[in-house]
């Protein structure tokens, strides 16, 4: 049930912090029940079955096939890798700036190559930013790991390695093409490289909740893919 549960939450792309308000329970009660450490109630079951709108012999079966297939530990690693070269000289970064970057590397890194880094990630067009479907769940699972840190400063939530990155899943070529990305955003503020994005075909043409075809970032120059002008 537990890998189930996690299944349909990230495949309709809520967080871990959203499943606990609409059950009505602390974050850690509800990573509790998705790690299968806690047996969840059947007034929990059967509102978990009627928000993703499946029975509950198919939250239980434990089968359910993932809407999205990728390498998790890969993208866990670029995320880190991020924050590594792209965070102020404090070590931090906002996490808006950070799913910003994540997306010009992984279009940029299409563009030049004709597929994402990723390898199967999907995005979508939300308020502020063009994000990968699982950014808020893997932020989730990176802390909960004890990988990185986060803290409210503000309104804005900053984001921390607590140890060097390990990059063991990414080539040579791209972790010099995510430095390279990073270091051309360094100094810039988070308004900038919101605005940038946004200034991009994949989020002019796609309408509020849709996914963004990669195929679109092809029609940039190639000046605009992840270069601030």
Same mark, same amino acid.
């Given at each position: 049930?537990? +890998?189930?549960?996690?299944?349909?939450?990230?495949?309709? $792309?809520?967080?871990?912090?959203?499943?606990?308000?609409?059950?009505?329970?602390?974050?850690?009660?509800?990573?509790?029940?998705?790690?299968?450490?806690?047996? *969840?109630? @059947?007034?929990?079951? #059967?509102?978990?079955?009627?928000?993703? #709108?499946?029975?509950?012999?198919?939250?239980?079966?434990?089968?359910?096939?993932?809407?999205?297939? !990728?390498?998790?530990?890969?993208?866990?690693?670029?995320?880190?890798?991020?924050?590594? /070269?792209?965070?102020?000289? %404090?070590?931090?970064?906002?996490?808006?700036? @950070?799913?910003?970057?994540?997306?010009?590397?992984?279009?940029?890194?299409?563009? %030049? /190559?004709?597929?994402? *880094?990723?390898?199967?990630?999907?995005?979508?067009?939300?308020?502020? $930013?063009?994000?990968?479907?699982?950014?808020?769940?893997?932020?989730?699972?990176?802390? =909960?790991?004890? %990988?990185?840190?986060?803290?409210?400063? $503000?309104?804005?939530? *900053?984001?921390?390695?607590? =140890?060097?990155?390990?990059?063991?899943?990414? +080539?040579?070529?791209?972790?010099? !093409?995510?430095?390279?990305?990073?270091?051309?955003?360094?100094?810039?503020?988070?308004?900038?490289?919101?605005? !940038?994005? /946004?200034?991009?075909?994949?989020?002019?043409?796609?309408?509020?909740? =849709?996914?963004?075809?990669?195929?679109?970032?092809? #029609?940039?120059?190639?000046? /605009?893919?992840?270069?601030?002008?």
């Amino acid at each position: 049930m537990t +890998s189930t549960l996690r299944q349909l939450r990230e495949s309709r $792309w809520f967080t871990q912090d959203q499943m606990a308000v609409y059950l009505g329970i602390s974050r850690p009660t509800y990573v509790r029940i998705e790690s299968g450490r806690t047996d *969840m109630t @059947l007034p929990q079951a #059967q509102k978990i079955a009627e928000k993703f #709108q499946v029975s509950l012999d198919v939250l239980v079966s434990d089968t359910l096939v993932s809407a999205q297939k !990728f390498d998790k530990e890969k993208y866990k690693q670029i995320i880190t890798a991020c924050i590594q /070269h792209g965070a102020s000289e %404090d070590g931090k970064i906002t996490k808006t700036k @950070l799913a910003k970057l994540v997306y010009l590397i992984d279009f940029g890194w299409f563009y %030049d /190559h004709l597929e994402p *880094m990723t390898q199967g990630i999907k995005y979508r067009r939300i308020a502020q $930013w063009p994000v990968p479907d699982v950014f808020f769940s893997v932020i989730d699972e990176l802390q =909960e790991q004890g %990988d990185i840190n986060l803290e409210l400063k $503000w309104v804005a939530q *900053m984001l921390q390695n607590n =140890e060097s990155p390990s990059t063991s899943k990414l +080539s040579a070529d791209e972790l010099s !093409f995510i430095e390279d990305v990073c270091r051309a955003w360094q100094g810039r503020n988070t308004k900038e490289i919101v605005d !940038f994005t /946004h200034d991009q075909l994949p989020w002019k043409v796609c309408y509020p909740d =849709e996914e963004i075809p990669f195929s679109l970032i092809t #029609q940039e120059d190639p000046e /605009h893919v992840y270069q601030p002008s």
